[in-house]
């Protein structure tokens, strides 16, 4: 039996489940599908509980900070409070009962299982098969990429999700990948007491950000005890039941009791049924247009698009396939200014194009970099004030086509810089603003003197 629906969301991920509660409320009959958690990898394996994690580590680096700034303290990590509150606050013990309920308290219909496209407007799940007037929305996230190293299948090796997870810490970790997760997820074990070690391929860690946020999060994890290893690709990993040793290329092999791998994440397209209506299931990634569509009448939201595996980035393409599916008036996507943060410490933010991918698409680059250290807040902060911002202008047009900021506060520092990018305001603008004083954002006004 084919029942008939408005709409059927696949994947309730975070852009998923935007997409269509926000299609319910406006009176569409929905029907909602999601093999896993309804909220996606967020709220249950990643930007919430690891902003916890964070937080905790943090709280024990400013507490042994008092004795350069206030008196002394002692300091004693526990790790038990940490894994309470990610399981009680965060997750309800990875029941997704609140947000199903939400959902369907919006008037959506929710499907546990797997949804299969079976040919246009059709999604089958569980044996049954809905058949959309109004059309498709895909939201399938991204799952781990899972090397093929030697040794490494059948192993108990974490992903970000048994990361979080843990209820009690290992002795020794092992890190594959120096990107924002595996850097974050690096910081907060070594606060706790594990002995860290981050293996990276590339020469460098956050390599896809500017070389200065590599250097200064080499230098502010190493300070927690976070050793590194670049320019190292994992060649083989072996386990004795105890612990792990990861041969690299050169160099000792690191042994750890834990082995996490954080070395990217990938859309798992192969068994959603593309091909049925003409898409290709090979793809790494759902291409979309402007307005989030990817054939017709389907569309395509977060993750799965390859635009940026993050939470605003879904929310904000759900927004603009709500309103398409509605037939409303609204901007098309544009992602000159997408935002990024990695939540280490310092936090290291960063918007629109690096240095280098301005130097690579021939514009015409002009740089201006200000330390916070030298700034008035970054003096007065002075314990853990490390950090910079770095503007990259295009000479030609007078405005800034990315920006860096790092710091105690680097991501909220970056709202301005985000309005800049979008905004294509003037550098003089930017030049003739007052800067409250004093603040950590001050630093942008530095780094457009030297800008000039």
Not at 173 to 185: C, D, H, K, M, S
Not at 225 to 246: K, L, Q, S, W
Not at 348 to 355: D, F, Q, Y
Not at 370 to 395: T, Y
Request: aromatic share 6%; proline share 5%; glycine share 14%.
């Amino acid at each position: 039996m084919v029942r008939q629906v408005d709409i059927v969301v696949v994947g309730l991920g975070v852009g998923g489940e935007e997409v269509a509660g926000k299609l319910a409320e406006a009176g569409l009959s929905v029907v909602g599908i999601e093999h896993n958690l309804v909220g996606g990898e967020c709220p249950y394996w990643g930007c919430v509980p690891s902003k916890m994690m964070i937080r905790a580590g943090n709280a024990l680096t400013e507490a042994r900070r008092v004795e350069q700034l206030a008196g002394q303290a002692q300091v004693e990590p526990d790790w038990a409070p940490v894994a309470k509150r990610i399981r009680e606050e965060a997750t309800d013990t990875w029941d997704d009962t609140v947000a199903v309920e939400r959902f369907t308290g919006k008037g959506g219909q929710f499907v546990r299982g797997y949804g299969t496209l079976v040919g246009p407007g059709r999604v089958e799940v569980g044996g049954e098969v809905y058949e959309a007037r109004r059309g498709i929305v895909l939201g399938t996230g991204t799952s781990a990429v899972i090397p093929p190293i030697e040794g490494l299948s059948g192993t108990p090796y974490w992903t970000n999700r048994e990361a979080i997870e843990v209820e009690e810490l290992p002795t020794s970790l092992a890190v594959l990948g120096g990107g924002a997760i595996g850097l974050e997820l690096a910081q907060v074990f070594a606060r706790f007491g594990v002995r860290v070690t981050v293996i990276e391929a590339l020469d460098r860690i956050l390599a896809l950000e500017e070389p200065e946020s590599s250097e200064l999060a080499t230098k502010a994890l190493g300070r927690d005890g976070v050793e590194f290893r670049t320019g190292a690709r994992a060649e083989r990993i072996g386990y004795d039941g105890g612990e792990f040793t990861v041969h690299v290329e050169s160099g000792a092999p690191v042994v750890a009791e834990k082995l996490l791998v954080a070395i990217g994440r990938r859309a798992q397209l192969g068994e959603l049924g593309l091909e049925s209506v003409g898409l290709d299931s090979a793809a790494e990634q759902i291409e979309v247009d402007e307005r989030m569509r990817a054939g017709a009448a389907i569309w395509a939201v977060g993750d799965v698009t390859g635009h940026g595996a993050f939470t605003h980035m879904a929310m904000y393409q759900a927004g603009i396939a709500v309103r398409d599916i509605l037939g409303q008036e609204g901007p098309p996507a544009d992602y000159r200014a997408v935002p990024r943060v990695t939540f280490t410490d310092p936090e290291i933010g960063g918007v629109g194009l690096t240095e280098a991918q301005a130097r690579e698409r021939g514009i015409p680059v002009r740089t201006g970099l200000a330390q916070v250290p030298s700034s008035a807040r970054g003096w007065i902060h002075k314990v853990g004030n490390d950090g910079f911002v770095k503007l990259v202008a295009d000479a030609e047009r007078g405005v800034l086509v990315g920006a860096t900021s790092a710091g105690p506060v680097g991501g909220e520092v970056l709202a301005p810089l985000t309005l800049a990018v979008k905004a294509e305001v003037p550098v003089e603008t930017l030049r003739h603003m007052i800067y409250a004083y004093p603040t950590f954002h001050r630093a942008i006004e530095d780094s457009l003197r030297d800008l000039r």
